[in-house]
Nanobody, 123 residues
Framework: QVLLVESGGGSVQAGGSLRLSCAAS????????MGWFRQAPGKEREFVSA????????YYAVSVKGRFTISRDNAKNTVYLQMTSLKPEDTAVYFC????????????????WGQGTQVTVSS
């Protein structure tokens, strides 16, 4: 069992930046690909980004590519999502996720979820 705890959410104006963190415990962090999903009010949860256990491969949704950057620090059991040039449509609850590989994450297959952190972008 892997426990995932997100932090770093908040409110920001359009064009601003935020960095989300997800701390993992209870499992072998380096053995999992990690990712981020988000869910806006009234919408389905959607894939945002994923990173392989080694950090060598990354995946991004088209809507965030070029604005968001995913990274991980296996020594700290933490994955990050640096979000820049934020838009009001980025407003959502952001969830951290873990799966055996990043390709499965990018296809919405998730073994472990965090509880989510709210990101609100105002215009």
């Amino acid at each position: 069992q892997v426990l995932l705890v997100e932090s770093g959410g908040g409110s920001v104006q359009a064009g601003g930046s935020l960095r989300l963190s997800c701390a993992a415990s209870g499992g072998t962090f380096a053995g999992y690909a990690m990712g981020w999903f988000r869910q806006a009010p009234g919408k389905e949860r959607e894939f945002v980004s994923a990173i392989a256990w080694s950090g060598s491969s990354t995946y991004y949704a088209v809507s965030v590519k070029g604005r968001f950057t995913i990274s991980r620090d296996n020594a700290k059991n933490t994955v990050y999502l640096q979000m820049t040039s934020l838009k009001p449509e980025d407003t959502a609850v952001y969830f951290c996720a873990a799966e055996v590989n990043a390709a499965r994450l990018s296809n919405g297959i998730v073994s472990f979820w965090g509880q989510g952190t709210q990101v609100t972008v105002s215009s």
